[in-house]
């Protein structure tokens, strides 16, 4: 098969149901909450993640890093992060999305994902993400507009994207409004209609192939 050949689709994200405004003001008195929810694993990039913020050393008042869900690393990793951390196994998923709407940024640094659910979920509660070209980024975030595009693996790259999110809190309501915005032109409707027309259209275009033959 050619690379010619292949329709790729994005996933829809979930259903709008938080509107931000963009004159929000930002709480500058309040620390910067990352946020990172799924499995904790080497593929997620998660140990890129616990580096960065040992290397960024916030203060507790300048942010706080929250982890959420089962984790397949070993403990060891995680025993020394300093400041202010919360790590949680697993939670239910209406627990979560009430975690985004506390949280101000969204940080998956992985190696490999097809899509990442997550990512669109934070984007459709407004908030924005740090993340890599191997998930559905590409498709959906231009960088410093509507989220945040760093180089695979590349740590240093996303230290500095954490500290220019602590520096610049007071754009992050813009950042995210403009998240929901790209969220609400993709739902799952969209999703569903691209795809019932991309397999009418090569069931069209098949027969006119086997027509001509």
Known sequence: MTEQKIQVIPHGFPKVLRELNTDLKTNTQKPVIFLNAGTQNLRKGVHLLYNAWRKANFSPQEAELWLIGRSSLPKNLTQDLQGSVKIKD????????????????????????????????????????????????????????????????????????????????????????????????????????????????????????????
């Open 90 to 213: 697993s939670i239910p998923r209406d627990e979560l999305m009430q975690l985004y709407k506390e949280a101000d940024v969204f940080v998956l640094p992985t190696l490999a994902d097809g899509f990442a659910m997550v990512i669109s979920e934070s984007m459709s509660q407004g908030i924005p993400v740090i993340t890599t070209q191997n998930s559905m980024a590409p498709d959906f975030i231009t960088h410093q507009k509507n989220g945040f595009i760093v180089p695979v693996g590349d740590e240093e790259a996303l230290l500095q994207q954490m500290k220019w999110c602590v520096e610049n809190r007071h754009l992050l309501p813009k950042i995210g409004y403009e998240a929901i915005q790209t969220a609400k032109n993709w739902q799952w409707k969209d999703f569903r209609k691209k795809t019932a027309t991309t397999i009418k259209e090569q069931i069209l275009i098949y027969n006119e192939q086997q027509r001509t033959r």
